[in-house]
């Protein structure tokens, strides 16, 4: 599992690259936990390099979207590759998240609700 963490325009931007299935979990969840602690945190995670996605890679994506909308922030994700799209649309995600195809128009959005 691949991460990058960047900050645009004042929103964090977290990249995740290869596989998030059950091993690689954990480290995410903790590294998503760490991003949405604050309060109002505005954060993008880009998919564009995710190859793949288990039950258990929704299921923290789902915590910390949660986290991030009970201190009045928000998560969008941006980039979805076909195969994690399917994924996201077969489980319903589709309706939970916002989503973007290009990780610059995820940060535009924020910048637009100001």
Not at 23 to 38: F, G, P, Q, T, W
Not at 61 to 74: F, I, N, P, T, Y
């Amino acid at each position: 599992m691949e991460v990058s963490e960047r900050t645009a325009g004042g929103v964090k931007v977290i990249a995740l690259g290869g596989r998030l299935d059950a091993y690689a979990a954990n480290d995410i969840e903790r590294k998503l936990d760490s991003l949405v602690a604050s309060e109002k945190v505005r954060l993008v995670v880009d998919l564009g390099q995710l190859d793949y996605i288990s039950s258990s890679g929704l299921r923290v994506l789902l915590g910390a979207l949660k986290k991030a909308r009970e201190q009045q922030g928000d998560i969008v994700l941006s980039g979805l590759q076909p195969y994690v799209k399917e994924i996201f649309e077969i489980s319903g995600f589709t309706q939970l998240f916002k989503m973007f195809d290009k990780t610059e128009e995820a940060i535009i959005s924020y910048q637009q609700e100001k």
